[in-house]
């Protein structure tokens, strides 16, 4: 671990996170916002559910860490949301299970401090027939359907407001786009760049607006090693130099 410590920002979920630092990823996007202010951690398992995430969310943040995330996005509910199999097996979890799953989840990341924020985000539609286009001969028929979607965000959504949580519906937030089914994703399910710039607009609108103390806004928190000094880049004028630790030029976006 690197000496300095800077607030933590813990990315945990399925392959939305775990791909979230690929494809011009919202993660990436947090890492290039977040440089010199928090670390932006990856804990993304691939395929998962909200069943096998309640299973090891324990040890994933321990409650005797010596340092507790500052905030941790959570996302889970894509896969649960899978029709189910006939033999019992696969990811899908029934509706008032994943319910309960992530209410465990929230309350356990609740404990870890009274300065752990928490922001949810549901599950996202999918391009059905681009599934259905891309469709694996090593596995079964994988059932994803909008309807069932909208069902698993809208009650993850309301479950966030049961217990105060902050949420990203992403449900509505990747249809706000033109030709959402085709620009947002990949194959149908995981996200492009332009899905992700949409999913990351989201979740830096949401940190800016809660009521958190401290702030976690990017523009609220100090960076690190900011101080004028002699060894920065020489200004025209010969003399003096200029300060480059706040510049933002250089990303492909200018985020809020």
Known sequence: MAGLLRPQIVLFGSSIV???????????ILSEVYARKADIILRGYYGWNSTRALKVVDKVFPKDAAVQPSLVVVYFGGNDSMGPHPSGLGPHVPLPEYVDNMKKI??????????TRIIFLSCPPVDEAKVRQNQSPYLSEVIRTNELCKTYSDACVELCKELGLQVV????????????ETVCFTDGIHLSAQGSKLVAAEILRVVKEAEWRPSLHWKSMPTEFSED???DLVAADGKTTLNSSEWTYFWEEQWE
């Not at 791909?19 to 993660?27: E, N, R």
């Not at 929230?106 to 300065?115: E, G, K, P, T």
């Not at 519906?169 to 959402?180: G, I, P, R, Y």
């Open 18 to 28: 775990q791909m979230s630092f690929g494809h011009g990823g919202w993660g990436a």
């Open 106 to 115: 929230a309350l356990h990341l609740q404990s870890l401090s009274d300065s």
């Open 169 to 180: 519906d992403l449900f509505s937030t990747l249809q706000k786009a033109d030709d959402w």
């Open 229 to 231: 000094s002699p060894f």
